[in-house]
């Protein structure tokens, strides 16, 4: 079992989005938080695919039974197949804490850090999915669009900078843009 540490803000849930693109079996959460889990389906799963389990927290946040829920899975898991488990940074912290989770899957790891021409990219794409349509974003005392003209060296240095304050964090960037 192999463990990914997704950023605690990710709502695009790009772990998600690349297991689906890669075409592995993703194993969503239960529908209710006290609802059962059909393990008799997941343990009788014979596929040579990879099975995803993208928000490990889901699993167990804001229920009685969760903890239980997070033994049983990863024990179903470890049996006998490869699996790769996505959990935001919080919930995982809270799991090696509680439960050990860090000996089933020992070493998790993160996505690389955003640098700024990567998180020029990402800011562009959340901006147009943006309800509000014709928004442009300006330097401060400058006519340069920031998301439209990337060749600019302001630009470069804006999104360098702010790369380097997240730590290349999305999430964190995007709260910083958005202040």
Same mark, same amino acid.
């Given at each position: 079992? *192999?463990?990914?540490?997704?950023?605690?803000?990710?709502?695009?849930? %790009?772990?998600?989005?690349?297991?689906?693109?890669?075409?592995?079996?993703?194993?969503? +959460? +239960?529908?209710?938080?006290?609802?059962?889990?059909?393990?008799?389906?997941? =343990?009788?799963?014979?596929?040579?695919?990879?099975?995803?389990?993208?928000? *490990? =927290?889901?699993? /167990? #946040? @804001? %229920?009685? =039974?969760? #903890?239980? @829920?997070?033994?049983?899975?990863?024990?179903?898991?470890?049996?006998?197949?490869?699996?790769?488990?996505?959990?935001?940074?919080?919930?995982?912290?809270? *799991?090696?804490?509680?439960?050990?989770?860090?000996?089933?899957? +020992?070493?998790?790891?993160? /996505?690389?850090?955003?640098?700024?021409?990567? #998180?020029?990219?990402?800011?562009?794409?959340?901006?147009? %999915?943006?309800?509000?349509? =014709?928004?442009?974003?300006? &330097?401060?005392? %400058?006519?340069?669009?920031? &998301?439209?003209?990337?060749?600019?060296?302001?630009?470069?240095?804006? /999104?360098?900078?702010?790369?380097?304050?997240?730590?290349?964090?999305?999430?964190?960037?995007?709260?910083?843009?958005?202040?």
């Amino acid at each position: 079992v *192999l463990a990914v540490i997704t950023p605690p803000c990710d709502q695009s849930d %790009s772990f998600l989005n690349w297991a689906r693109g890669s075409g592995h079996l993703c194993i969503a +959460p +239960p529908v209710f938080r006290s609802g059962p889990v059909d393990w008799a389906r997941l =343990e009788a799963s014979t596929s040579d695919k990879i099975v995803i389990v993208p928000q *490990l =927290e889901q699993w /167990f #946040l @804001r %229920s009685a =039974e969760g #903890l239980d @829920r997070i033994r049983k899975l990863m024990a179903v898991l470890g049996s006998a197949r490869h699996a790769m488990v996505g959990c935001n940074s919080f919930a995982w912290a809270y *799991l090696a804490k509680a439960i050990r989770i860090d000996l089933i899957a +020992p070493g998790p790891f993160t /996505f690389k850090p955003m640098d700024g021409e990567r #998180l020029a990219t990402w800011l562009t794409q959340v901006s147009q %999915s943006d309800p509000v349509t =014709e928004t442009t974003f300006r &330097l401060i005392g %400058s006519e340069t669009a920031l &998301l439209r003209d990337r060749t600019n060296p302001g630009v470069h240095k804006f /999104f360098a900078t702010l790369a380097g304050r997240s730590l290349g964090i999305p999430s964190v960037a995007w709260h910083m843009w958005r202040e």
